[in-house]
């Protein structure tokens, strides 16, 4: 240990506080699956319950979409969307009931940096997400026969849209004095973020000022790469959609850092 103790800018117990940042993660990941009925299970129904309406009141006369059966088309998007949300509530919910039942404290009195606490939120949002991907490509696969062309985009795409997600889920968390914050981040910002992405429909069919602001929300490469990865054809290059997703995911994670640096609406 005095080695490290000698070392300036190095804490006693190394660069890289490795059990505090296990204990958060494992913290974060056991708090969705104890609830795992609400967690994973409802986001499943869920899923299923938007697949089957939209197959059955609009599939019948819609006809293919980019070469496919309109539900292979809708699939992804449902999947992305549902993944997402679940992401942004695991990390803001964390935070937020931290906030609000006092005991935050908690988090921010263990020796973690600012950078080992964002990894952890995020590593409890980004592991819930997967796993509901996971549990609803595995149901839609069976169920449906939804293919899987490029599994090493799809796994990309999901994994960066529960970062994105989870890190604005994280800011969302800090800024929020009470769930009515919550909600307004929710209903205002995440919901039309993840609705008016391409999720139920192609951008190709919009006009060209809608198709312009589509092009300009993040949410739409999300949407966009992971139906690439599943079905293998998009309305954009998956590429360009894994250079802006790694861009605004980047921004937003740095942002995380800044507000747990400065202890911003977290130390009074």
């Not at 190095?10 to 890289?16: A, I, K, Q, T, Y």
């Not at 795992?36 to 293919?64: C, E, K």
């Not at 009515?180 to 000022?209: C, K, R």
Request: glycine share 10%; aromatic share 12%.
């Amino acid at each position: 240990m005095a080695q490290y103790e000698n070392r300036p800018g190095v804490r006693r117990f190394g660069r890289v506080n490795w059990l505090g940042l296990y204990t958060l993660v494992m913290r974060e990941i056991y708090r969705f699956l104890t609830v795992w009925t609400q967690t994973l299970l409802a986001p499943l129904v869920t899923a299923g319950l938007f697949l089957t309406i939209f197959t059955l009141a609009i599939g019948p006369s819609r006809g293919d979409i980019m070469g496919v059966p309109f539900v292979h088309f809708l699939a992804p998007g449902i999947l992305t969307m549902t993944v997402i949300q679940n992401a942004f509530a695991n990390t803001s919910s964390s935070i937020m009931i931290s906030k609000v039942q006092g005991n935050i404290v908690d988090t921010l009195m263990p020796p973690l940096s600012p950078a080992e606490l964002v990894i952890g939120y995020l590593a409890g949002g980004v592991a819930r997400g997967m796993v509901v991907a996971v549990a609803i490509w595995t149901v839609m696969a069976v169920f449906v026969g939804l293919p899987l062309h490029h599994p090493l985009f799809a796994i990309a795409f999901v994994l960066l849209g529960a970062l994105f997600i989870g890190g604005l889920g994280v800011l969302a968390g800090i800024v929020s004095q009470k769930f009515d914050h919550m909600a307004a981040i929710t209903n205002f910002i995440i919901t039309p973020l993840s609705f008016l992405s391409g999720t139920f429909y192609s951008v190709e069919t919009l006009p060209q000022w809608f198709k312009v602001l589509t092009h300009m929300n993040p949410v739409f490469y999300l949407i966009d790469g992971v139906r690439y990865g599943v079905i293998g054809t998009s309305d954009s290059s998956p590429w360009l959609g894994l250079v802006v997703m790694g861009a605004v995911t980047s921004a937003v994670v740095f942002v995380d850092w800044v507000f747990f640096k400065r202890g911003t609406k977290l130390k009074t």
